[in-house]
């Protein structure tokens, strides 16, 4: 039977290694990425007072919905959802989870809106999978979920008759480039709703900086504990800046990410 429990103090570390894979568990990169998840994941909890549901068969988790309240928009934002074994897909598992947050969203128990409730899902989905696995997008669409623009992973479900969702314009990262960021590379890393996110993503950039340059100076910024030189130089978690220019290509777009590495280096 599947139990659906929201994410508590209590089964918060269930929520933190859901996403590491068996082989990665011992794996120092990977346990980085749980940490920096459960700082996430624990100011989450403060702030929201809810941020996640997981499934359980015979107290094991198996799938995963997380969630964020947009306030200013009104909206709940999905972050993810997750049924990684194949034994378990197609029993109905994702669905449950996401009639269980529709259902907190009902009842108010997801709240904090200026109307009393949410006006509409809101995801952007990661167009991953696993072989012969439903992808998310796919499962959204299923749902009733409807394309907010040309991206057909940037995804709406209106939650009030004729809700029509537009995203408020976001303010463009604009890098405040800084004299002593010439001549090296900063990654900023940090608090994330991630596990894989420095494993799979910051940890490539270095990778890949490295296979270019094996001498340039490297240094890695937290964004929560050195929140004052983030702060000045307009970046956030994610961001990669090599000789005091912000490098813009996607890292798992690989050619794109090392060209411009060497543009920036001059080579
Ligand atoms: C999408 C996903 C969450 C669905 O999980 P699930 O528990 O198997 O879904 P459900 O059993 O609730 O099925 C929902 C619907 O999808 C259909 N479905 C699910 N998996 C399917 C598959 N592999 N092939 C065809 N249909 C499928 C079900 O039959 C069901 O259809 P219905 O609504 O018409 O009855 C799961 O496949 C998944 O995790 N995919 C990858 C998502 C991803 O990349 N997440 C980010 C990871 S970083």
Do not use: H
């Not at 809810?50 to 999905?78: F, H, P, R, W």
């Not at 899902?121 to 012969?132: E, Q, R, S, Y």
């Not at 394309?147 to 314009?169: E, S």
């Not at 990778?207 to 983030?230: C, G, M, N």
Request: charged share 30%; proline share 6%.
């Amino acid at each position: 039977m599947t139990i659906i429990k929201d994410v508590t103090k209590e089964n918060i570390e269930d929520l933190c290694w859901f996403c590491v894979p068996e082989t990665k568990r011992n794996d120092p990169e990977w346990i980085k990425g749980v940490e920096d998840k459960r700082r996430w994941a624990g100011a989450m909890l403060k702030k929201q007072g809810s941020l996640a549901k997981l499934a359980y068969q015979d107290n094991c988790a198996v799938g995963m919905i997380q969630y964020q309240t947009i306030l200013e928009e009104g909206i709940v934002y999905i972050d993810c959802i997750w049924v990684p074994w194949e034994r378990y897909w197609q029993k109905g598992i994702a669905t449950k989870l996401l009639l269980s947050l529709l259902d907190d969203i009902k009842n108010s128990a997801i709240g904090g809106f200026n109307d009393g409730q949410a006006l509409a899902l809101v995801t952007k989905t990661f167009p991953g999978g696993a072989p012969n696995q439903l992808t998310a997008r796919q499962f959204f669409t299923k749902k009733g979920f409807q394309p907010i623009g040309k991206d057909p992973d940037y995804l709406y479900y209106p939650l009030r008759p004729g809700f029509v969702y537009r995203p408020k314009k976001k303010k463009a990262v604009k890098y405040q480039p800084q004299k002593e960021d010439k001549g090296k590379v900063l990654i900023i890393s940090g608090p994330n709703a991630c596990p894989a996110t420095y494993p799979y993503f910051l940890k490539r950039m270095e990778k890949y900086i490295r296979e270019i340059d094996t001498k340039i100076p490297l240094q890695w910024l937290d964004a929560s504990q050195e929140s004052f030189a983030v702060k000045k130089r307009g970046v956030k978690i994610g961001d990669c800046i090599v000789n005091a220019k912000l490098i813009k290509s996607f890292v798992l777009d690989k050619e794109n990410f090392q060209k411009e590495v060497n543009k920036a280096l001059g080579k």
